[in-house]
């Protein structure tokens, strides 16, 4: 099976820098998804890592470890507007290359 | 908008009833998601179609059943509902390329009250 740990909440002020972290337990590995959810939206996709490293776009960052099975949402220049939700989520080595376990969520709360 | 469409937005219905949820992908996406948000939780994934065929299984209730037709729009029946199926019901989409990895879009949800 696989099971994903995350911090059900985090906050920080405008301006500030925040990381989210992600442990996750898998049978089968293929990448670390993040997606943000803002109350009674939809989850959009924000990020992908398949290898080792640090992946950018713009004000977020993905980092990735697969020998520690760990990964790291950074967002950088917090807005008020981040204040939502942040899932990882597990892409599944299953019979369905594309099927995701997500984790139960982070609750960001950005404060002016 | 991401392109996914569901319908309808909201749902209100009795325990023991059975309804069917729809969701469109967006123009060209091949595969389907259902997954399941209950209050204050993760998102459960439930099943998955691909250009009409069941492609992976979650943690699918039997009361629940799901297809995907040849227009490649996807409906999600849950039948004998319970009190405990009341959540928000997500349809993800993706164009799917073999192993490379292809974000989901997801549709705006169905919020489903159970009474």
């Known amino acids: 099976g696989q099971s994903l740990e995350q911090p059900s909440e985090v906050t920080a002020v405008e301006g500030a820098i925040v990381q989210i972290n992600c442990t996750y337990q898998t049978s089968g590995f293929y990448g670390l998804s993040w997606y943000q959810q803002h109350d009674g939206g939809a989850p959009t996709f924000l990020s992908y890592n398949a290898l080792d490293g640090l992946e950018e776009t713009g004000r977020f960052s993905s980092f990735l470890s697969r020998s520690d099975s760990y990964g790291y949402l950074l967002l950088q220049e917090l807005q008020m507007k981040d204040s939502a939700s942040y899932f990882c989520?597990?892409?599944?080595?299953?019979?369905?290359?594309?099927?995701?376990?997500f984790g139960t969520g982070t609750r960001l709360l950005v404060s002016p | 908008d991401s392109g996914v469409t569901q319908t309808p937005k909201h749902l209100i219905t009795a325990t023991g009833q059975r309804v069917t949820l729809r969701c469109s992908p967006r123009s060209g996406d091949l595969s389907v998601y259902w997954y399941q948000q209950s209050l204050d939780q993760g998102l459960q994934f439930l099943i998955q179609?691909?250009?009409?065929?069941?492609?992976a299984k979650g943690n699918i209730l039997e009361r629940f059943s799901a297809q995907q037709f040849p227009d490649l729009h996807s409906e999600l029946n849950l039948s004998s509902l319970e009190l405990g199926d009341s959540a928000l019901y997500f349809c993800a989409s993706s164009v799917e390329r073999g192993r490379a990895y292809n974000e989901q879009f997801f549709g705006p949800g169905t919020r489903l009250t159970v009474l």
């Open positions: 179609y691909y250009n009409g065929e069941e492609r």
């Open positions: 989520a597990v892409r599944d080595r299953g019979t369905g290359f594309q099927k995701l376990v």
